[in-house]
């Protein structure tokens, strides 16, 4: 089912033939360097350059040879004659498998560079456009104090430049070669080759391999995707909660003739970004995998191959659709400020507690005091709500005397500002640039 979300591009990074383009372009690379210090005849390159392999043929051949670098080799072999025996001089298949898939995930990475790069712009936008739009601050999911929807949106956004910086030294990271031959001692193919190809093909060589470039690399590299997944798990499931039909602040973009049930008409589900948070689950798998890839015995074993075709294709693959979504997500998020500002009144001017608070601690209250003072009050609003009765928790504080022996009515209600909550939004953009 990965076929559903794979993009073109990075279809093509995965797909076979540029696997082997890039076998076959580490093949030449070691030629070439070879033929520089005399091992290769330099009159024989120009036919090593125009070396090809058949796909057809690979298929044909792998039923009996049973070893994919051995049929890539031998589909070389058809087209070169009696120079093939210049391919693969002093070389082991893990020196082209795991150098050729340092290319590809450097082209994979370099795509989900640019996915992350419009996802951010695209909440960047938002952010500076609802810089100033009043909602309700949850924690626990119970209303807290006022807060910006643009501040939500900016702290995401300063996520995503985290996860950018992230997703770099990832790569980073797997930007190495090997070209060390078997067990990784140098004995058939010495350290200055390995050095002029990886530099050649961009990489770094692996300062000390084994018969594998270390799986701690692709550990991290796969653990980096997930944690970028876990970010988009975060803003989608805040988008969710922001749907609720009780909430309704926020909502996905919904096109004219989507269906959200079979059943009921009505229905506008939040269904991308729950496809969101579904795929994200799929990736703390993928780390578990690539953490149990890192132990193999003595100088290797092949037990992490297979586990490795399955979860850097559709890590890559998966991330790059995650995000694309999003993006589209984001682009089309509907907001609904005035329901944020009725939402932010449901609780009768309670988010005003802690202003309240202050200032009779201000007067010279312990605050002990003062906590039970406002707390008796703020209770009997919340009660009051919950069985859907107007009582404004001003209206009570101007009541009480206890209070009012302390702070006067338009003390009070200068407390009750929204204002107040937005005097340090500029603040807050400007640490993260926005």
């Not at 005849?41 to 070893?67: G, Q, T, W």
């Not at 530099?199 to 991290?220: F, I, N, Y």
Request: charged content about 30%; aromatic content about 6%; overall charge negative.
């Amino acid at each position: 089912m990965i076929e559903r979300y794979t993009r073109p591009e990075m279809g093509r990074i995965w797909s076979e033939q540029n696997k082997y383009d890039k076998w076959l372009r580490v093949e030449l690379a070691v030629c070439e360097a070879w033929a520089e210090r005399g091992a290769i005849p330099k009159d024989a390159l120009p036919k090593l350059r125009n070396a090809r392999y058949d796909l057809d043929a690979i298929s044909r051949y792998l039923p009996e040879m049973h070893h994919d670098m051995t049929v890539f080799l031998r589909s070389l072999s058809d087209s070169l004659g009696p120079e093939s025996r210049y391919i693969h001089l002093g070389l082991t298949s893990q020196d082209v498998m795991d150098t050729g898939l340092a290319l590809q995930l450097i082209e994979a990475t370099e795509l989900l560079e640019g996915d992350l790069r419009a996802l951010a712009e695209a909440v960047r936008e938002r952010a500076r456009e609802h810089k100033e739009t009043l909602c309700v601050g949850r924690t626990h999911g119970v209303h807290a104090e006022p807060t910006t929807f643009g501040l939500k949106l900016a702290a995401w956004w300063d996520e995503l430049r985290r996860q950018t910086h992230r997703l770099t030294q990832a790569k980073e990271t797997v930007s190495v070669g090997k070209i060390s031959g078997t067990v990784g001692t140098h004995a058939t193919v010495p350290p200055d080759i390995e050095a002029d190809v990886c530099g050649r093909l961009g990489l770094l060589p692996e300062p000390v391999s084994t018969q594998v470039v270390h799986r701690d690399r692709h550990a991290q590299y796969v653990s980096t995707l997930a944690l970028i997944a876990a970010s988009l798990e975060r803003f989608a499931t805040e988008i969710r909660h922001l749907q609720r039909t009780e909430v309704l602040e926020a909502e996905e973009p919904f096109a004219e003739g989507q269906t959200g049930s079979s059943a009921m008409p009505h229905k506008r589900n939040p269904e991308k970004c729950e496809r969101i948070c579904g795929l994200a689950r799929l990736f703390r798998g993928y780390t578990t995998a690539a953490l149990e890839n890192v132990a193999l015995w003595h100088e290797r074993d092949i037990s992490h191959s297979s586990v490795e075709r399955i979860i850097l294709p559709d890590a890559c693959t998966l991330l790059d659709y995650m995000l694309d979504l999003f993006t589209g997500i984001i682009r089309g998020l509907r907001v609904y400020p005035e329901n944020m500002r009725r939402n932010l009144e449901l609780t009768q001017g309670l988010v005003f507690s802690q202003r309240v608070l202050l200032a009779l601690i201000d007067k010279g209250l312990g605050r002990q005091e003062a906590y039970k003072l406002v707390q008796k009050n703020a209770m009997q609003a919340w009660e009051a709500d919950a069985r859907r009765e107007r009582t404004p928790f001003l209206d009570l504080l101007c009541e009480d005397e206890e209070v009012q022996r302390h702070i006067s009515r338009d003390e009070l209600a200068s407390l009750f500002d929204y204002r107040f909550y937005l005097q340090h939004v500029d603040d807050s953009f400007r640490r993260v640039g926005l």
